[in-house]
């Protein structure tokens, strides 16, 4: 028998808590491909949009450069993206390198069942109604902090 979390009475607390759960399941589905949920964003939005100064990239994701910085360690390390100087000195461009657009293309499929498992489970227009809501939050709360 599953045992039943008791609803919270924070907010905070009640998404923080099905976002490590959510979090956790795209990490497992993700694992073939070495990549983490917290990765794969990464990669898709690089390869979206191409290369980007890093502190774009972190609003664009609604990371704080810290949090950025912190996934982006392993990415570099395994040449699946790199960081060059930008369009000044002080500036520094992220890119995404031909192994990184290897790795997501074996990641994409990964992360598709991923969403349809949760979509399954959870309920397709719940789902939807649930991103929508999500991206509400972002608009209220405002721009993260990138330090």
């Known amino acids: 028998m599953t045992k039943r979390v008791p609803v919270a ?5 009640a998404v923080r808590q099905g976002a490590r759960q959510l979090t956790q399941l795209y990490d497992r589905h993700l694992a ?3 990549l983490r949920a917290t990765q794969y964003p990464i990669l898709a939005r690089l390869r979206r949009c191409g290369p980007m100064p ?3 990239l972190a609003a664009d994701l609604v990371v704080d450069r810290t949090t950025l910085g912190r996934a982006l360690r392993p990415l570099e390390r395994d040449g699946l993206v790199v960081l060059s100087v930008g369009r000044d000195a002080r500036t520094r ?3 995404l390198t031909p192994r990184g657009v290897e ?3 074996v990641a994409a499929p990964l992360w598709r069942d991923a969403q349809e ?3 399954q489970g959870y309920g397709a227009e719940e789902s939807a109604s649930l991103r929508i809501a999500m991206s509400r939050v ?3 709360a405002g721009p993260v902090e990138t330090a």
């Not at 009475?9 to 607390?13: A, D």
């Open 93 to 95: 461009e992220l890119s």
């Open 32 to 34: 073939p491909a070495g």
């Open 103 to 105: 790795r997501l293309a």
């Open 117 to 119: 498992a949760f979509d």
């Open 9 to 13: 009475i924070c907010t905070c607390l």
């Open 138 to 140: 972002v608009e209220m």
């Open 54 to 56: 890093i502190n774009a």
